[in-house]
Structure formats: C-alpha cells, structure tokens
C-alpha cells in the first residue's frame, strides 16, 4: 500500500470516529431532554408531569375536552401505587394484598366522587407516548379521554428496566357537589323565570283538587295575574326588608287598578317558600287535605298568581300569591256603570254565599 492510500485510509477512519461522536451526543442531548423514570429527582419528576399535563391537554383539545389541572393529591396516590410495584416487583393495578389506587387516593387525602387511572411501562419520549393515545382515543375513551374528568396526578417509575407511569384522572367530590349545586340553581331559576307555564301548571292542580271535591273548575284571568305578580311583589320586599306586609285590602285595590270588574270578593293566599306549585298547593290544602275557604271556595271562578323570588345563599326566597274573584256580569256591570253615573240607584251587588 502506497503512502498516498495509508493517509487516506488513515482520513476515512477519523472522519468515521468522529461521525458516531457526533451521533453519540445527539442521542445523550435526546436522553436528557425527556430521561427515564430510573432514579429522577423530585424536581425532574414536577418538570416530566408538568410535561405529560401539557401533551394530554393537547390531546384532549383535539377531542373537544376541557383541560385537565394537576392536583398533588392525585401524583402522591399515583407515586405511591407505583413506588409499591417497582419496590415489590409486579405489575397490575391491584397489589398483591388486595390494595386498589383507591386505597392509595384514600392515604393522600383526596375524597373522590368519579376516578380512573392508566398505567404505561412503555420505553418512549413524552411526546411519542401521547401521539400514541391519538391512534386508538376510543381505548381511552374512559380514562386519559374521559370528559367527566378534571385533575390528573402521574406516577414515575420503572419496572423491568423500563419506564413505568400511572396517570390518575379524577373528578373531586366537592367540584361535583358545587356543579351539582349551580346545576340545580339554574334549573330552579329557569323554572321560575317560566311565569306562564307555572300558572298552567298551577290551574291544573288547583282544578284537580276542586274536581276531587266536586267543586266547578277556575279559569286563569289575565287582570288577576296582574294584581296577584304585583301584589307578590310588594309582599316580597316587604318580607325582606322587615316591614308590615300588605293586607287583602292593597290586592284588591290591584285588581281594581288592572280593570277587572269584581262581582264581589277577593280572594288571598300567600305561600313563601314553597319551589313548586305542588308545594304551594300542599300548603294551601293544609295537612288535613283540607283547603282555604279560598283555594276551593265555591263562590270563585277565576284565578291569578303571581310570584316572586330571590336567589339567596341558602337556596331561594320565594314568595306565591293566588288571587281568586268571580267577575261581574254583563248585566252587573251595566248596572255598576249606570250607579257610577248616579250614585243614588242601588248597587244591586251580592255578597258571597258562605
């Protein structure tokens, strides 16, 4: 061999060293970018959760999930399930004694009401293991992609000398009572916002009690339900601002003032409290099965409510007024206009039967 092809030999096989240098650094810089589980510091181990947060959430976006946060509760049952497998050697969701990722929830003080957890022993980077939910979301439909679900805790490990993660998706108890709770509000509110619908349903009960009774059906008045939300109204703000609450006097002095013609007689009943017609009605009739004079008084034939409430930190100030009057005749009412042009013919009026 020639002195000219020894150099180049000599070239080419430096040149080669320093490729797989080069190579070498490239994976190392990888490894240490996202490291495996064997013997991470605590700190490495917030930064590789903080990690796995970020890459679910992306995850969970392209499902059209809500974002899930981290709770520390959740990582110290999950750390713990897999300090215990790693130490113990097994892999399974349930120890060898029968212990569940409930009873390790249960040590970190966290008070579930919906959880469910996840287990990989898998040799890949971060974002390898979650483009790999992605593939098959459907497999994960209820755990990593649950949309009930709102905080995760992750475990981190090794088993067999690969990494070894627990991920722990929960949804905590008082997050559900307190959804639960505005759910509840909203519904209520709503229902009592729907006036015209509780009248319906208001007329339809207080008919079924009269019918029970063999008493003549009521009819809903519109100049009745006028005076009754008003009258409901002042009885409201009198209630809660500690004053004298008005008397049958100011309801009728309503009616009059919304047009109705009364025969004579009106008829009050107030209810507070109460959140639904069925409960108004409960009170009206009394415990007995009894009612009011009012509520089943054969001498009325038209009805009107009226309501007013005030969401409260309790629950709800509520306030029900029905307002009860036969209205005059045609015959009546001319006689009551031709008595408003002379006041000294006879009103002609009569008073309710007893």
């Known amino acids: ?12 096989i430096a040149l080669l060293c320093v490729s797989l240098s080069c190579l070498v650094a490239s994976a190392a810089a990888q490894q240490i970018d996202f490291p495996k ?11 590789l959760r903080a990690t796995f947060l970020e890459l679910l959430n992306q995850q969970r976006q392209k499902q059209g999930l809500a ?29 060898p004694e029968g212990r569940t990722l ?11 009401q919906l959880v469910t957890e996840k287990v990989f022993q898998v040799d890949r980077t971060p974002p390898a293991l979650a483009a790999s939910w992605s593939l098959s979301p459907e497999a ?35 997050s559900y009572l307190s959804q639960y709770t505005q759910r509840l509000f909203a519904r209520q509110t709503a229902r009592f916002e729907d006036l015209d619908g509780l009248r319906q349903e208001m007329l339809r009960l207080v008919n079924e009690a009269r019918a029970a009774r063999k008493l003549d059906p009521l009819t809903l008045d519109p100049a009745l339900n006028t005076a009754a939300q008003g009258h409901a109204e002042e009885v409201f703000q009198a209630l809660k601002q500690g004053r004298p609450v008005p008397g049958e006097g100011a309801l009728v002095q309503r009616v009059k003032a919304a047009g ?16 639904s017609p069925e409960e108004t009605l409960a009170a009206l009739l009394g415990r007995s099965g009894r009612g009011t004079p009012n509520i089943l008084g054969r001498w009325y034939t038209q009805l009107g409510l009226g309501l007013s409430f005030e969401r409260t930190a309790e629950g709800f100030f509520v306030v029900w007024v029905q307002c009860l009057s036969r209205p005059a005749s045609s015959t009546e009412r001319a006689r009551a206009s031709e008595k408003a042009a002379d006041p000294r013919l006879p009103s002609g009026e009569q008073a309710p039967p007893s």
């Open 260 to 275: 109705y013609r009364i025969r004579r007689g009106v008829g009050e009943s107030v209810v507070q409290g109460a959140l």
């Open 140 to 174: 994960h439909r209820q755990s990593l992609f649950n949309p009930d679900v709102e905080e995760l805790g992750v475990g981190i490990g090794e088993y067999q000398g690969l990494p070894l993660y627990v991920f722990v998706l929960a949804r905590s108890e008082a």
């Open 37 to 47: 589980a064997t013997g991470v510091p605590g700190d490495a181990k917030e930064e």
């Open 67 to 95: 974002p899930l946060r981290l709770a520390p509760a959740l990582s110290r049952a999950a750390q713990a399930q897999v300090d215990d497998m790693a130490a113990r050697r097994y892999y399974a969701l349930t120890s």
């Open 1 to 12: 061999m020639s002195s000219a092809e020894k150099a180049m030999k000599r070239f080419c």
């Open 102 to 112: 409930a009873d390790w929830i249960k040590e970190a003080g966290y008070r579930e």
